[in-house]
């Protein structure tokens, strides 16, 4: 690794003390289809990243071209400033990988599976192989061919979390775990975060990335349609009031950035773009006997950015 | 047939169609040029009698192509070269055919969704069946129409076609009664492809050695022999065939009704204490993989070097007269008279037969590429070009191995007759396999490389081309140049002449290149799943 990092030239070797995960305007095109449209993403060292997408929009793509699996159609992606496409072994020593559908070896067990993933990785950490596969409840005698999706899964998560790689790439890595096997893997990600590794996760389990994610990218169609922290992203959509009257709901009248709603014969729901307090000051004037106000949840943010995706 | 069931027959029979085809083509191809090719080379009664002398008794020919009834009739002449080879060719198809469609399917899950639908066990048995019944169909008439094309009367061409795809039909019957036994879709091709090999072999003994004629009641392909097309023809016998295939397919319905779905009879244990034995590297991964499939090749390849080895001692030119044994050498099949020439000839079927084994190799990394583990692979610190390179080698390796011991034990079964070869000329005449299987690993690598999901097909379809060009194309009177164009033309008949020396460094330098370009494509391809 040290190696690499000298023979990089000296413009690189700051990006990749900082970046983990940088591709510019990379694209892929399958015949026709074009499954990725100039992506610029930068995903910092120790962050949790979420990319988000619903089934088809090129969350798959995305990690195939940053393994170097398949060739971009133009622009370029880099791990750790080593190109993805022409060096992707240097790339590859650092980072691991969980594919969305675990492919293993149908007659290897458990044990062997992970041993072998593990010499081919280079080495890993035993004592936590073992401590993993504890707490994920496997069993390590069983051929991969007798196991459940869910039980592969694990096998795959397991063999790349012991390998305490720098960058750990999860495509969808909990769509056959149970609910007791997604809080352990949770729980995993945060420790990842605070050894300092970086996660790039792939998901369109949205409380998943809600919980573990600092920074969260919105895929639609093969292009990037929103970024930023939770935060961010918050604040840039609408806030949710809910308020419940003593009588039947008042009509407000038009309000700027105010957009309401009926949430039952005495409740309504707004959702306010900007300033609250012209909200606050007409309501001023009514029986209010509740209200509440929170932030839209990740969900709602993500189905914002979709209502309309028919139109691309 | 219901609606449901005729939708999953007609799935069926989109999956085997490209199959299906292939066959069919060879088929028809075959049956056309037998009886175009026996007018040119025989043109007069005289030539067909003496053809027939020399022929119709000798060891080495009987071997591959059965026991003539008839050689001095165009009809007689087809039946016994046609059949011969095309009821292999048959019972290969009826077993992949019913294997295909009856576990492939199912080991891939997609019998779950199938049997969750509106449809039995019952249902779906029959409707698999009713594609396999459909492909079979599609031979028959490819052989009526070849023979027909080539000028063989309607009825008998007809008796004939029926004859050969007869021996489909008990194959499909094994193939769907190993498919119950096995637990996998793979021991089910193993388990088939060993009864349907020992079924050869009974043939090849029953045609060979002499007293054992009576064998021959014991296997679909003598049956095949004994309705002797154009021969006093015995329809009766049909009933064998007919009775054999309704039992076979009958047992594996009943299994299929009571069986777990995904497991076989045979069970094999889910749990294991781990064995870290090649595991360090993915082509040690990989031997660990195929190894018991290269037990299969080498357990088969060196018992039928064996009884080759032990035939070529009852091979003499013994009451052959001068004149014949010239005709003999002109067809440029060697002196097959005298026990060398005799293995020098059949030894042209171990390079067929480790061409092929390289195709298959080149198959299960293709299947690794497919099913995704590929990518598992080169997401780790793995290289594109190691992984290939590997392969390649193990193949390479795996095919030095089978072929020296093809010679190896051809020399055991000679010498326990008391015939006196140098070991040394039958482990050249193995080695001789090599520079054509090699180059045919190669070109497989090649179309693995340019075109991955075609890749097996072309590779399986490149080495049969070849072969059957080498048997037809100077039959047929084809330019030299274009007889030329197949490796088979070029292999010397070692241990009787010399191993062509030039001809192995060409073939041998044709595959590093094709090896090189290989590789050097795969590196840059996108890895593609089904």
Redesign the interface.
Known sequence: MTQHRAEDRSGESREEQVLAIRTQALSKRYGEVVALASLDLQVARGEVYGYLGPNGAGKTTTL?LL?????PSSGSAALFGLDCWRD??AA??R?A?V?G???????L?A??TL???A????GSDAAYTRELVRRFQL?????L??MSKGNRQKV?LIAALATRAELL?LDEPTSGLDPLMEVAFRECIKEAQDRGQTVFLSSHILSEVEALCDRVGILRAGRLVDEGSLQELRHLSAQIVEVTFAGASPALGPLPGVHAQSAGPHAMRYEVSGAIGPLIAALAAHPVTALSSREPSLEEIFLHHYDGSKES | MSLAGRALARRAWRDARVRVVAFGYLFLIYAYVQPVGYRHAYPSLADRAAFARSFGGNTAIRLFYGQPHDLLSIGGYCAWRVSGTLTIAAAAFGLLASVRALRTEEDAGRAELVLAGALGRTAAYRSSLAAIGAGIAVLWVAELAGSLAGGLALGDSAYMALATVSVAFVCAGIGALACQLAP?RRVALDIGGAAVGLLFVLRVVADTAGGAGWLRWATPLGWAEELRPFAGARPLVLVLPVLAGVLLLGLAWRIALRRDIGTGLLR?????????GL????TR?ALR?ERSSLAVWLVSVGAFAFILGTISSSVSAVGVSKKIQQEIARLGVGSILTPVGYLSFVFLFFVLAISLFACAQLSAARREEA???L?????????RGAWLGGRLLLAGAAAVILSLAAGLFAWVGAASQGQSIALSRMLEAGANCLPAALLFLALAALAFALLPRAASGIAYTLVVLAFLWQLVGSLLGAPRWLVDLTPFQHIGLVPAQALRTGSAVVMLGIAALAAACALAVFR????LGQ
């Open positions: 195939r393994l170097g699996l398949h060739r992707p072994l590859h020593r980072v990988y594919a559908e675990p492919a293993l070896w149908p007659s067990t044990e062997e041993d072998f993933l010499r081919l990785h280079g069993d390590g005698s069983r051929r061919r007798a795959s790439l | 996998t094999e244990r889910d749990s294991a204490p781990a064995r870290p595991l360090s590297s993915p991964q993989g099913e995704g583990r990518e598992t692979l080169l997401a780790l610190p793995a290289t840059r391809r996108d890895i």
